[in-house]
């Protein structure tokens, strides 16, 4: 595959991409076994093909932040405590699912579907997207989206890439994953002062978006899961009676 191995060597030798100056000293069957993981771990593969269709390669392989396209695990039979006060339900999640260490950012938004629809762009780049030049902040969410946008990103994925079924995930999946097995008050500990240190509250966001993984990520591996932009789940609010279930609940038909 001309976009695999050969395509993660290009700049091997900058000190500011360490995976790929790492991957460029093995030899190239190694490399070659490293490219066929990351098929299955990262979305790296599918926005590389992308970036090369749009003649982008080099601008995704110089800024884009290599966090935004790992998945990481979440394991079937998960349980956790959802809800407080007279609403805790006892959780199973039988699904075993894989969520984007990051939010999606511009950059990946742009590749996939051709603009750009973000208010927060000062000081980005423009860059030159199926005929239309495009300003965008590549590492930096992207916001103001619908719901509905949302649907034609994941849908828009999953046509290009038919190894997974991507989607939103369940506000049960997506409170579990912030959670990611914390006791405490927070997520981030019983400090609320640590928040600073995980998310971009109002205190210290600066009233603007930040680059994604700029701070620490929670125990799960996943950053921003509070702070920055708010995130869209796949099924809309609903009560739950107090109880143990077998999840995750859909409140949502689709």
Known sequence: DQVGPSLLSIRGGSRRYRYKALLARLPAAERAQVWANLEHTTSFPLFAKLAQKHGQTDYLLEHARFESFLFVPRKAGRKFTMGEGSSINEMTLTEAIAMQA???????????????????????HTIRIAGKDLKILPNHPVETIDYFDTD????????????????????????????????????????????????????????????????RPNEAGLFDMAGNVSQWVRDWYASIPSGKRVVPPRTSPY
Do not use: I
């Open 102 to 124: 990051t939010t999606p950012t511009q950059l990946q938004w742009a590749l996939a579907l051709e603009e750009a629809p973000s208010h927060f762009t000062e000081g980005g």
């Open 152 to 215: 034609r990103y994941e849908a828009k994925l999953t046509e290009l890439d038919r190894k997974f079924n991507y989607r939103k995930p369940y506000e049960t999946e997506f409170e579990e994953a912030a959670r990611a097995g914390a006791k405490t008050t927070y997520v981030y500990g019983d400090d609320e002062k640590m928040f600073k240190k995980h998310g971009w509250p109002y205190e210290n966001s600066g009233n603007k978006t930040h680059p994604v993984a700029s701070l």
